[in-house]
C-alpha cells in the first residue's frame, strides 16, 4: 500500500548540527523537535553561544523541511516543485504577504528559553542569563522542546486564521 501524503509529512525527519558539532537538532512528527548535546559540550558553552546555536540550527531545520516538503509534494503530484509556487490572485499575494509578516513565539515553562521568528525567516534565541548554572542539560533540552512546539503551534494557529480570513477569496 503506498503512503498518503499525510503519512509521508508524518515520517518526514530532518536533522541539523552546528558547525562546532556541539549542539544537534531533529525536526519529526511535523512539529516535535529534538535536541542533543555533544557528551560534555554544556558545560562548556554560554547563553549567548546557545542562542546562536539554538538560530542556527532553526534556520538549518526549517530549510531542510521545506526542501524535504516540497520533493515530496513533486513526488506525489507528479509536478517537479522546487519552491512553494507563486502567488497568483491578489487573495494569494495577500496571504503570502500576511504570512511573511507572522511573529511566532514560544518559551519554556520557566520563561528560561524564549524563540521568536518573523515570516519563518528572522529567528530570534534568548537563553536567559544564568540558566546554564541554574540547570542541567536535561532540563535545557525540555525548555527549549517546549518552546520549539509551542512556536510551531503559534505558527500554525496565526497561518489558518489568515487562511479563514481570507478563505472566500483562496482558490
Do not use: C
Not at 538549518?60 to 502567488?87: H, K, N, Q
Not at 518552546?147 to 480570513?165: F, P, R, Y
Request: proline residues 2%; negative net charge.
Amino acid at each position: 500500500m503506498e503512503a498518503t501524503l499525510s503519512d509521508r509529512l508524518d515520517r518526514m525527519v530532518v536533522t541539523a548540527s552546528t558547525s562546532d558539532g556541539a549542539l544537534s537538532a531533529e525536526l519529526y512528527d511535523r512539529d516535535q523537535v529534538r535536541i542533543t548535546f555533544e557528551q560534555g559540550s554544556y558545560r562548556w558553552l554560554d547563553e549567548r553561544t546557545l542562542e546562536r546555536h539554538l538560530v542556527s540550527l532553526a534556520r538549518v531545520l526549517w530549510s531542510r523541511r521545506m526542501r524535504e516538503f516540497w520533493m515530496i509534494m513533486g513526488e506525489v503530484s507528479d509536478y517537479a516543485y522546487t519552491a512553494e509556487p507563486l502567488p497568483v490572485t491578489p487573495a494569494q499575494q495577500e496571504f503570502v504577504e500576511r504570512r511573511e509578516n507572522i511573529v511566532a513565539r514560544g518559551a519554556s515553562a520557566d520563561g528560561r528559553v524564549q524563540l521568536s521568528v518573523r515570516g519563518m525567516h528572522e529567528w530570534k534565541a534568548v537563553v536567559r542569563d544564568g540558566t546554564l548554572t541554574e540547570i542541567g542539560p536535561d532540563d535545557f533540552v525540555a525548555g527549549v522542546r517546549t518552546a520549539a512546539e509551542q512556536l510551531i503551534a503559534d505558527q500554525l494557529a496565526q497561518i489558518t486564521a489568515v487562511k479563514n480570513d481570507l478563505a472566500d477569496r483562496l482558490d
